[in-house]
């Protein structure tokens, strides 16, 4: 049976972090309701103790949203957790994201603590937590360079504290997939109440690998991808939701499915990438510009015979404008004569044949040959057909 894998969507916290994407409520409210209507399960809405506004905010999506878990992020800290708490006082699933760092980096250098110390304070934690909702996530802060043993330890005795969710972030990036996967599958093999909690995949893209990193955490049995939209973040970013959706929609072998309405993918990324003023990559996979448009010779060629030779998603499923046949230097006949037949021109196999010879006249000129310039050709040809 086909089992789920939660989307907790932390575009408005951790995807908030990019320098100067900055929120205010407005804006962080109707982003939340369209976040709500994609389907995410859960929405980290922000980090109430951080500032005034962002508490607002929290407080806001908090009573708006109907039936999306509303998550507040806070340190290992009494106040933090309280703060937290009542932010998300009115929500209907209210859940709060507290935790700390376990690797020795963070140890040492963060805390000057021991082991021991920081087990203990987040177990307080937890504990603190618990006293304001049910649901509390925790996370173990750069568990991706965390010792394993040790992590299996502070994710037991979290468990044991009451913690419903384990998050696991890969928080700088340095994972390989097999070692995340790994990681989880050690806890899942190592920590006996492993079964009271979920546990969940928080990876960063400093090596671009955040993506796959989250992909073999599921495929190892976490049930929970923490991800943003358009993959924004801490430096490189986070795991970017589309590409994780996508890529369990594609591959149903796997068995995991999300609630996500993948139509709404599109729409959403280019609502973000205004409203955070970030622009999204040209070949961003499933939101870029470019994800559905074929541009040399040989893959139109295909492409125009059967558009799965070089697609594997159907645009329309995933809210995009539709596959572009776009005219370069490198296309080809069968793109150009597309291309003409759309805006109205039937020219046979002879027209094409000349009129290709002025086509790639212009478009070594030019980066790309627009509909204008198809005009202002087939205007030519048709005037003089030998010398167009
Ligand atoms: O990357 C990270 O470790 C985080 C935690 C605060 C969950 O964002
Ligand atoms: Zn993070």
Not at 183 to 200: E, G, H, T
Not at 201 to 215: F, Q, V
Request: aromatic letters at 6%; proline letters at 3%; hydrophobic letters at 40%.
């Amino acid at each position: 049976m086909e089992q789920q894998v939660f989307i907790f969507d932390t575009t408005l916290r951790d995807g908030e972090q990019v320098p100067g994407c900055n929120l205010n409520t407005k804006e962080k409210l109707a982003l939340a309701l369209k976040l709500e209507e994609l389907g995410v399960d859960i929405i980290e809405a922000g980090f109430p103790i951080s500032s005034p506004g962002d508490f607002e905010s929290v407080e806001a999506i908090a009573k708006a949203v109907k039936n999306a878990t509303v998550c507040g992020l806070s340190r290992a800290v009494q106040k933090d957790i309280e703060v937290a708490a009542a932010a998300l006082k009115s929500a209907k699933r209210p859940r709060i994201h507290t935790g700390i760092g376990t690797s020795d980096y963070h140890i040492k250098a963060k805390f000057n603590a021991t082991r021991e110390e920081i087990l203990s304070r987040a177990v307080q934690a937890v504990k603190w937590a618990k006293n304001f909702v049910d649901d509390v996530e925790f996370y173990a802060e750069d568990a991706g360079r965390t010792d394993n043993d040790y992590l299996a330890r502070v994710v037991e005795a979290v468990i044991r504290a009451g913690a419903t969710v384990v998050n696991i972030p890969d928080t700088t990036g340095y994972c390989l997939p097999q070692q995340y996967g790994d990681k989880m599958a050690y806890l899942i093999n190592n920590v006996p109440n492993i079964d009271k909690a979920i546990l969940s995949c928080h990876c960063h893209n400093d090596l671009g690998l955040a993506t796959a990193n989250s992909i073999q955490g599921v495929i190892a049995g976490a049930r929970q991808i923490e991800c943003t939209i358009n993959g924004l973040g801490e430096r490189a970013g986070n795991t970017s939701l589309e590409e994780v959706v996508m890529v369990l929609k594609q591959h149903k072998h796997l068995g995991l499915y999300t609630n996500i309405n993948t139509k709404l993918l599109n729409p959403l990324s280019r609502e973000v990438s205004d409203t955070m003023r970030v622009p999204v990559q040209l070949n961003k996979a499933i939101v870029g510009a470019n994800a559905f448009s074929h541009s040399s010779g040989i893959h139109q060629d295909g492409f125009l015979k059967d558009s799965q030779t070089y697609e594997i998603i159907d645009p329309e499923e995933v809210g995009a404008e539709g596959s572009k046949i776009v005219l370069t230097a490198r296309s080809g006949r069968s793109a150009l004569a597309h291309r003409f037949q759309k805006i109205g021109y039937s020219f046979n196999r002879n027209d094409i044949d000349v009129l290709y010879e002025s086509f790639l006249q212009v478009a070594d000129r030019k980066k790309e040959v627009e509909e204008d310039d198809l005009h202002m050709l087939a205007k030519a040809y048709q005037a003089e057909p030998a010398i167009a």
